[in-house]
């Protein structure tokens, strides 16, 4: 350990290096060393999974993993979820006679993955008739949850129209903003 030490103190511009350059060296090092030591963590901590979605795997009493077959058949009951492209539209004008955008992007999810060729060949029809839809909200229809859910319920009605009565079940929102 002494040769170490000694190998340390070499001659820099003619002056040999003292405790504090080999202390600031220490010190160096073990902050890297903490650095990476606090990513790889981090990492690690991030990529397992929690526990809350090991629980939904298990079959509820920290036994094994559920009935495959059980999840299959939750997995038929909801068809394919399909992501239509981000709508912009003006809102309605209001009493402050300020203009108001509203972003919103939707994904439609489709009784069956029979209809995804239907779907497709009938985009620009349903993004048409969802265009309509959002051009006659006002900035009030926008706000709240009861107002989004009008809007989703409205928007699957429309799609609904297009495609044939249950062909698309459900409709998420992926973006709502109003500026």
């Known amino acids: 350990m002494a040769d170490a030490d000694e190998a ?6 003619g002056e040999q290096s003292g405790d504090a350059p080999r202390k600031s060296s220490k010190a160096l090092i073990i902050g890297i060393l ?4 606090g990513v790889a963590g981090g990492w690690l901590l991030h990529s397992t999974p929690s526990n809350a ?6 079959d509820g009493a920290g036994g094994a993993p559920a009935d495959d077959e059980a999840g299959a058949e939750k997995a038929a009951a909801h068809g394919p979820i399909v992501e239509l492209e981000t709508f912009i539209v003006n809102l309605r004008g209001g009493e402050d006679e300020v203009i108001h955008y509203l972003k919103c992007g939707f994904a439609v999810q ?3 993955e029979s209809l995804q060729e239907m779907f497709a060949a009938q985009t620009i029809r349903i993004r048409d008739a969802i265009l309509l839809c959002l051009s006659n909200l006002g900035l009030a229809d926008t706000d709240g949850t009861d107002n989004k859910q009008k809007l989703r319920a409205a928007v699957l009605a429309r799609i609904n129209d297009i495609l044939g009565a249950g062909a698309a079940t459900d409709l998420y929102l992926t973006e709502f903003v109003v500026q």
């Open 8 to 13: 340390l103190d070499v001659e820099i511009d």
């Open 34 to 37: 903490g650095i990476g030591v």
């Open 53 to 58: 979605a090991n629980a939904a795997a298990t």
């Open 110 to 112: 489709l009784a069956d």
